[in-house]
């Protein structure tokens, strides 16, 4: 090897070296990161997935836009939820914040420093900190590994969280803080029920003591009579470890029970985001609008004066979004100039002035409040 890149990659390492420190450094400062500042700022986050044709030279073709331009903050202490119809790009979302995916472009900032692009130790020190709970308990889980094995897993990697000889204690300890019986630990995934393995993997979110995690969709899998549990153990834990969490959920009755704000994405952008009161009580954006109205109201009487809006068409496919807004093809309100011009997340002018809860952030030239479920019945 020439001498310069010697040279080059002992100056990478330590320069490293230094960034996993100061990451580490800030990690355990954790607690005096302030509750409500944000931890993560996602900032134009893209994902498109190369589309090719012909088996030997592989040409370019498209691209399926799956993440097209993604902006949140999450804030320290809170839970952010992200709904939107199958295909909108939530998962992908989850994917790059816990890097099991690489962003095309953007930036994913932790703690203000942008965690996309790191390698080597410094971005092993990043993701002990985000951790994903995934979506189903049923193949998420090893069948082969014993419940202590799949808890104590991460620690292979991290053995610095727990030492060899502690370890055993460390995952009884975790089967206790879920819920689950710490006699447990030798048994197979199969030996519990759906909500048991969702416990099994969220120990295991948990076992490197992480200030984020990422859930995609934990309790979609579930009975509905397990999954007030699930969200009820999150709650908990949330409080007792100061958690912060982005929960991904394609259905906005679950996500209100859990979240302080609420994201709502459609063909790979964020169209509206708030605090539940603005999303659920005050929503602009008109695919919002048409989430809620689809929300199940358990009052009959409410059902009846409900309006109910039907959208048209089915998402059109991210390799070829619409121009312009991508739901203009199935809006009700969609004129010329969402063909041509995509609506910036803004605080629309004409309530910005007003400052009352409609004041949040919507991609819509024509935002518009519309109370879809009345305040007592809210999901
Ligand atoms: N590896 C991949 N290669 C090509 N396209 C992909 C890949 N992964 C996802 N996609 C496409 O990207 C889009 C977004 O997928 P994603 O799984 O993020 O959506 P989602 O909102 O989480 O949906 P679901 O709730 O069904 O999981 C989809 O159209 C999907 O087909």
């Known amino acids: 090897m020439p001498h310069h890149d010697e040279h080059g990659t002992r100056k990478e390492a330590r320069e490293e070296g230094r960034q996993a420190r100061k990451l580490l450094a800030r990690a355990q400062a954790g607690s005096s990161y302030a509750a409500g500042e944000p931890i993560l700022e996602v900032r134009g986050l893209k994902k498109h997935y190369p589309l090719t044709q012909g088996v030997v030279l592989k040409r370019h073709v498209g691209a399926v836009k799956a993440v097209d331009g993604v902006d949140f903050d999450l804030r320290q202490g809170e839970t952010l939820g992200i709904v939107g119809e199958s295909g909108c790009g939530k998962s992908t979302v989850a994917k790059m914040l816990?890097?099991?995916?690489e962003p095309t472009a953007g930036a994913i900032?932790?703690?203000g420093e942008d965690i996309s692009k790191l390698s080597g130790r410094a971005l092993k020190a990043v993701r002990r900190n985000i951790q994903m709970v995934f979506q189903d308990p049923y193949t998420s889980l090893n069948p082969r590994m014993t419940v202590g094995d799949i808890i104590g897993e991460p620690y292979e990697i991290h053995p610095e969280v727990a030492p060899k000889g502690s370890r055993r204690q460390r995952v009884q300890e975790l089967l206790d803080v879920v819920g689950l019986n710490p006699e447990y630990i030798n048994r197979y995934p199969h030996q519990f029920s759906g909500g048991q393995r969702q416990r099994i993997g969220i120990a295991r979110g948990l076992a490197l003591r992480p200030e984020i995690i990422v859930a995609d969709e934990p309790?979609?899998?579930?009975?509905v009579s397990?999954?007030?549990?699930?969200?009820?153990l999150l709650d908990q834990l949330q409080s007792e470890f100061n958690l912060s969490y982005v929960f991904i959920a394609h259905d906005l009755s679950i996500v209100r029970h859990i979240s302080n704000r609420v994201g709502v994405m459609y063909l790979g952008r964020v169209v509206e985001i708030g605090s539940d009161e603005q999303i659920y009580e005050h929503p602009t954006h008109p695919y919002t609008q048409a989430l809620l109205s689809a929300v199940p109201v358990p009052n009959p009487a409410a059902r009846e004066t409900r309006e109910r809006i039907i959208l048209v068409g089915d998402v059109p496919s991210p390799a070829n979004?619409?121009?312009?807004?991508?739901?203009r093809t199935r809006c009700w309100k969609a004129r010329d100039k969402c063909a041509v011009e995509a609506p910036e997340l803004a605080v629309p002018a004409w309530f910005a002035a007003e400052g009352g809860p409609a004041a949040h952030d919507s991609a819509c030239h024509f935002a518009e409040e519309k109370q879809i479920v009345p305040s007592d019945e809210r999901p």
């Not at 397990?226 to 009820?232: E, K, L, M, R």
């Not at 979004?321 to 739901?327: V, W």
Request: with cysteine.
């Open 98 to 101: 816990v890097h099991l995916e």
């Open 109 to 111: 900032r932790y703690k």
């Open 219 to 223: 309790v979609s899998a579930l009975d």
């Open 226 to 232: 397990v999954q007030a549990q699930v969200i009820n």
């Open 321 to 327: 979004p619409p121009s312009g807004c991508h739901f």
